[in-house]
């Protein structure tokens, strides 16, 4: 007899917590859940792992599904597999968090998953655990954007200095001192100063910068 047969069998999941940046505030994609449990109640972006699908390509195969998109940014950062944590079954979720530029997002998918982008600060109750996904993964990206040019993946290709901070205040939810914080962008070498200028932010005009 097989070992495999005399142990039970779970679900496995797949949730991704999709940021986007916009109007200066970091946002998450969710959708109402058109199926039970838990029908009706807003939710991550997830689905079942296929049978002839690695953990990675169902993650790609359902972010393509739900922002259409095929190449994004995306980290595996934990597993959830608390006995209880699913009413339905018994299922252990692989959670990833996904970057994406919100302009490339295909608009039409929000209707057809009933889905909306909300504001990171504001997220309602959503189901299962899912809340306690989204603070982990906004502590993870906040630990990584300290260390890792992985802003451009929320931003345009070129940005201001100030659009940039506005995504640093956006992820810690506290306001950052402006001279602090370009003394420190100052000391990445992968951020750098173009010979543009974004006319629209002031008066005499801001540096575009972009990632090297």
Not at 37 to 61: C, N, Q, Y
Not at 82 to 87: A, F, G, K, L, Q
Request: aromatic letters at 12%; one cysteine or more.
């Amino acid at each position: 007899m097989s070992n495999y047969s005399s142990h039970p069998q779970f679900f496995v999941s797949v949730d991704c917590i999709v940021f986007g940046f916009n109007k200066g505030s970091l946002q998450v994609l969710i959708h109402q859940r058109p199926y039970s449990p838990g029908f009706g109640e807003m939710s991550l972006i997830g689905g079942f792992v296929e049978k002839e699908e690695s953990i990675d390509i169902s993650a790609r195969r359902i972010l393509k599904e739900f922002t259409g998109l095929d190449s994004v940014y995306m980290k595996q950062l934990a597993t959830f597999g608390e006995v209880e944590r699913d009413p339905g079954e018994r299922v252990i979720s692989i959670l990833y968090y996904v970057l994406i530029n919100v302009d490339k997002y295909d608009n039409n998918l929000s209707e057809i998953h009933n889905a909306k982008w909300v504001d990171v600060n504001t997220i309602p109750n959503l189901c299962f655990d899912h809340n306690k996904m989204v603070e982990m993964a906004r502590t993870s990206l906040g630990a990584a954007i300290k260390v890792e040019p992985i802003a451009k993946y929320l931003l345009p290709k070129y940005f201001t200095l100030s659009h940039l901070q506005a995504l640093h205040e956006s992820i810690f939810n506290t306001p950052i001192d402006k001279r602090n914080f370009r003394r420190s962008i100052a000391e990445k070498d992968y951020i750098k100063a173009t010979d543009m200028i974004d006319k629209d932010s002031s008066k005499r005009g801001a540096t575009l910068y972009t990632f090297d």
